[in-house]
Antibody
Framework: EVQLVESGGGVVQPGGSLRLSCAAS????????MHWVRQAPGRALEWVSL????????YSADSVKGRFTISRDNSKNSLYLQMNSLRTEDTAFYYC????????????WGQGALVTVSS | QTVVTQEPSFSVSPGGTVTLTCGVS?????????PTWYQQTPGQAPRTLIY???TRSSGVPDRFSGSILGNKAALTITGAQADDESDYYC??????????FGGGTKLTVL
């Protein structure tokens, strides 16, 4: 069974940093592109970032470009999101999600990790 | 900046049929944009219903179907049930690794 489990969420002050992790199991991790998607309370889903299966290609939304970095460690079946210079508007549930193959929208989702940016 | 549009809300009677749509500001939605549909209930992660326009995810009942209608992607629910009352999101793949979500449709079954 495919499983994605996020960790690392929490409360951080504006301007601070946080790193989210996602542990993947049940599939050959390095074959699939992976996404981060977020959802602010009461708001719509927002695509954040994508990384290719080999980790060589990354893409990010304009709203996080230059502040957030997606990465992966295929030896550990893990996906990461390093978030720097956090703003109050970054407060959201962050979901790790698996693409069906290459860079296509996600089809398998984790349960999410809550990041709260507040002073 | 590309905007993906969905109806903000829709209602359907139990047993009825409803079609939700997903448009794009740049023109027409085609299969090349790999339209994908999700269902989300409060407090839960999204559940994938349809991917690549019309492929049902594992375990999704055939009451849910995806298509292209005119210049939009469409999600049709036939024989609506009470537990179909949820938020529905579409997403389009815009190329260069970028996906764009719509604003979601709140479906009421009454």
């Amino acid at each position: 069974e495919v499983q994605l489990v996020e960790s690392g969420g929490g409360v951080v002050q504006p301007g601070g940093s946080l790193r989210l992790s996602c542990a993947a199991s049940g599939f050959t991790f390095d074959v699939y592109a992976m996404h981060w998607v977020r959802q602010a309370p009461g708001r719509a889903l927002e695509w954040v970032s994508l990384i290719s299966g080999d980790g060589l290609r990354t893409y990010s939304a304009d709203s996080v470009k230059g502040r957030f970095t997606i990465s992966r460690d295929n030896s550990k079946n893990s996906l990461y999101l390093q978030m720097n210079s956090l703003r109050t508007e970054d407060t959201a549930f962050y979901y790790c999600a698996k693409a069906p193959g290459a860079a296509r929208p996600p089809t398998i989702w984790g349960q999410g990790a809550l990041v709260t940016v507040s002073s | 900046q590309t905007v993906v549009t969905q109806e903000p809300s829709f209602s359907v009677s139990p047993g009825g049929t409803v079609t939700l749509t997903c448009g794009v500001s740049s023109g027409s939605v085609s299969t090349n944009l790999h339209p994908t549909w999700y269902q989300q209930t409060p407090g839960q992660a999204p559940r994938t219903l349809i991917y690549s326009t019309n492929t049902r995810s594992s375990g999704v009942p055939d009451r849910f179907s995806g298509s292209i209608l005119g210049n939009k992607a469409a999600l049709t629910i036939t024989g609506a049930q009470a537990d179909d009352e949820s938020d529905y999101y579409c997403v389009l793949y815009m190329g260069s690794g970028i996906s764009v979500f719509g604003g979601g449709t709140k479906l009421t079954v009454l």
